[in-house]
T-cell receptor, first 114, second 110 residues
Framework: ETGVTQSPTHLIKTRGQQVTLRCSSQ?????VSWYQQALGQGPQFIFQ???????GRGNFPPRFSGLQFPNYSSELNVNALELDDSALYLC?????????????FGPGTRLTVL | GIQVEQSPPDLILQEGANSTLRCNFS?????LQWFHQNPWGQLINLFY???GTKQNGRLSATTVATERYSLLYISSSQTTDSGVYFC????????????FGAGTRLTVKP
């Protein structure tokens, strides 16, 4: 148990739809990062939030957006879903910024886009 | 570009055997972590080890930052050690972005 939870566990959407994934960080952790893990690959960094502001972004288009809330929860929103968005989405929290500390991952949300 | 390379990509062991997993990285790091991903997708942090050596039970890790590599040692392997092991690094000039290697898939047979 890492103390990081994600919902839902699984999700099926169709191409063009929008999806919101949720993450609840460990209490006191000010930093949350989101990753996309395609089948058979390592996780890829999407973006990071620190104290409710975006603090770094990977090579993902603007249709991937996020929010972080004061209660240590966060959201990943994906608009105009594409087939290639099918993946395991992971959130990770850490105590502070910069990320020179241990990251704790949630169990992930498996998104399937048909 | 930034490279994180893990070897071997696949490893099959008999229960009780020892193994060494390697992670090479192409730039200075201020963060290096080893993770184990179980068959259900959960990533469990094993070590935060940007430099030096750490041990936790049957697992130990060593990072030689000046030579840009890290090693994960698994001794007396058990079937529950099966899964994918990832190395992830944070780079000095952009440490918001943890870069993961492609992983080593370990299968421990009874």
């Amino acid at each position: 148990e890492t103390g990081v939870t994600q919902s839902p566990t699984h999700l099926i959407k169709t191409r063009g739809q929008q999806v919101t994934l949720r993450c609840s960080s460990q209490s006191g952790h000010n930093t949350v990062s989101w990753y996309q893990q395609a089948l058979g690959q390592g996780p890829q960094f999407i973006f990071q939030y620190y104290r409710e502001e975006e603090n770094g972004r990977g090579n993902f288009p603007p249709r991937f957006s996020g929010l972080q809330f004061p209660n240590y929860s966060s959201e990943l929103n994906v608009n105009a879903l594409e087939l290639d968005d099918s993946a395991l989405y992971l959130c990770a929290s850490s105590l502070e910024l910069p990320v020179t500390d241990t990251q704790y991952f949630g169990p992930g949300t498996r998104l399937t886009v048909l | 570009g930034i490279q994180v390379e893990q070897s071997p990509p696949d490893l099959i062991l008999q229960e009780g055997a020892n193994s060494t997993l390697r992670c090479n990285f192409s730039d200075s790091v201020n963060n290096l972590q080893w993770f184990h991903q179980n068959p259900w997708g959960q990533l469990i942090n094993l070590f935060y080890i940007p430099s030096g050596t750490k041990q936790n039970g049957r697992l130990s890790a060593t990072t030689v930052a000046t030579e840009r590599y890290s090693l994960l040692y698994i001794s007396s392997s058990q079937t529950t050690d099966s899964g994918v092991y990832f190395c992830a690094v944070g780079y000095t000039y952009n440490n918001n972005d943890m870069r993961f290697g492609a992983g080593t898939r370990l299968t421990v047979k009874p």
